[in-house]
């Protein structure tokens, strides 16, 4: 059974250039989450979707990220243009109804380095 | 509003030894916790979670955790490491009147396991 699939796994780029990501939650299942990794602040919530839905992008950084959900088993976030702080590890996750006691699973993950 | 604090950053373990990683939350209402295990270059696995019932919970990889209110802690145990326990481990609090399940992640605990 596939899990939450993510792609790329790596992306470097040079600031100024858009970044796009990819991720494919676990069929059957109706929310999505995009999160970002880094040293100094960890794991954050960057926006939720329910049932293709955004409900909750107030942990986006700043206009220049944008996420979008066209169907139940695609969505992507974008960065443009990017920049070197916004290099981190951005992980996808899914869950079944996105309720409080849910378990959200995670994929590999797009490590992101911006130049 | 929830809040996670994870007691240390780094934790060195002998193989054998009992593997001890503190977690304390904060909660207006009555949480549901989780803990997750990150292994290098992979995404975040479920270990165990406490909603209702049962405040010892018994997670895989031979992993428990206990959830103890009067004390506000989630302390994650396992009797004896073994090396493919080296990892890093988060604890994650939502709250439970949430009507979608919003994670607040801990700042992880790095766990290394010596021979």
């Known amino acids: 059974d596939a899990g939450v699939i993510q792609s790329p796994r790596h992306e470097v780029t040079e600031m100024g250039q858009e970044v796009t990501l990819r991720c494919k939650p676990i069929s059957g299942h109706n929310s999505l989450f995009w999160y970002r990794q880094t040293m100094m602040r960890g794991l954050e919530l960057l926006i939720y979707?329910?049932?293709?839905?955004?409900?909750?992008d107030s942990g986006m950084p700043e206009d220049r990220f944008s996420a979008k959900m066209p169907n139940a088993s695609f969505s992507t976030l974008k960065i443009q243009p990017s920049e070197p702080r916004d290099s981190a590890v951005y992980f996808c996750?899914?869950?079944?109804?996105?309720?409080?006691?849910?378990?959200?699973?995670f994929g590999a993950g797009t490590r992101l380095s911006v130049l | 509003a929830q809040s996670v604090t994870q007691l240390g950053s780094h934790v060195s373990v002998s193989e054998g030894a009992l593997v001890l990683l503190r977690c304390n939350y904060s909660s207006s209402v009555p949480p549901y916790l989780f803990w997750y295990v990150q292994y290098p270059n992979q995404g975040l696995q479920l270990l165990l979670k406490?909603?209702?019932?049962?405040?010892l919970v018994k997670g895989i990889n031979g992993f428990e955790a206990e959830f103890k209110k009067s004390e506000t802690s989630f302390h994650l145990t396992k009797p004896s490491a073994h090396m493919s326990d080296a990892a890093e481990y988060f604890c994650?609090?939502?709250?439970?009147?949430?009507?979608?399940?919003?994670?607040?992640f801990g700042a992880g605990t790095q766990v290394v396991v010596t021979p």
């Open positions: 994650a609090v939502s709250a439970s009147t949430d009507s979608w399940g919003k994670f607040q």
């Open positions: 996750a899914s869950s079944l109804d996105g309720g409080a006691r849910n378990i959200q699973y």
């Open positions: 406490y909603t209702t019932g049962a405040t």
């Open positions: 979707f329910n049932n293709n839905v955004p409900i909750d």
